[in-house]
């Protein structure tokens, strides 16, 4: 079945690095969301590509969609304390109506 | 707006005892709902997708009779854990697509299941 890679687990990041997580996906995806889930939280909605080779800026988070819409990856510039949390890439499947195929996700720990 | 609540947010209970979870979406319309399940350190997994008004739709793996999904209305689905037992401890979230392109889903705070 169609699978969503996601790496790394873990991210310790030094206040004010820069670091990336990437996902991949088995199949061609319709769509790829990210979420951020705050430990003892809920996913957050954080943005959405659809297009082939898109890029989406949220400040400082940098999304980016492959142009065969396989892989997407999440730069963060500048890391702040407040980007603790388990960031989640999710697939939006194409062979059923919104069910979404979640990364394993990449817990990231911001070292003052 | 977009906001979706779960009740209970916590609940304890003996096993074989059966526990149900509520999701509303509080200021919009969800057609479709989703639930999934989260055990610690993992990610999120798709257990079934809620209908409004129609049988539920379960992923793989998932047993139906275990898991009873009810989408009475277009802003509640409930989730029954029917005979719950140690392995059924987990976080339960609940999500709501919200218009017709379920691009965009908005999740519930989350229920924390232990069952002793």
């Known amino acids: ?3 969503v890679m996601q790496i790394p687990q873990y991210q310790h990041v030094q206040e004010g690095e820069d670091f990336t997580t990437y996902c991949n996906s088995s199949t061609t995806l319709s769509n790829i969301q990210w979420y951020k889930q705050r430990p003892g939280g809920h996913p957050v909605f954080l943005i959405q590509l659809v297009k082939s080779g898109e890029v989406k800026k949220q400040k400082r988070l940098t999304f980016q969609f492959g142009e065969a819409k396989k892989n997407s990856s999440l730069h963060i510039t500048a890391t702040q304390t407040t ?15 919104g069910k979404l ?8 720990v911001v070292t003052p | 707006g ?9 609940v304890i209970c003996k096993s074989g005892t059966s526990v149900k979870i509520e999701c509303r979406s509080l200021d919009f319309q969800a057609t479709t709902m989703f639930w ?3 055990f610690p350190k993992q990610s999120l997994m798709l257990m079934a997708t809620s209908n409004e008004g129609s049988k539920a739709t379960y992923e793989q793996g998932v047993e139906k009779d275990k898991f009873l999904i009810n989408h009475a209305s277009l802003t509640l689905s409930t989730l029954t854990v029917t005979s719950a037992h140690p ?13 017709s392109s379920y691009n965009e889903q908005f999740f519930g705070p989350g229920t924390r299941l232990t069952v002793l």
Request: hydrophobic residues 30%; aromatic residues 14%; glycine residues 12%.
């Open chain 2, 2 to 10: 977009a906001v979706v609540s779960q009740h209970p947010s916590r």
């Open chain 2, 36 to 38: 999934y399940r989260q």
């Open chain 2, 87 to 99: 392995e059924d401890s987990s976080f339960y979230i609940c999500s709501a697509a919200r218009g």
């Open chain 1, 83 to 97: 980007d603790v949390g388990t960031y989640f890439c999710a697939g939006l499947r194409t062979d059923s109506w």
């Open chain 1, 101 to 108: 195929q979640f990364g394993a996700g990449t817990q990231v």
């Open chain 1, 1 to 3: 079945g169609q699978q």
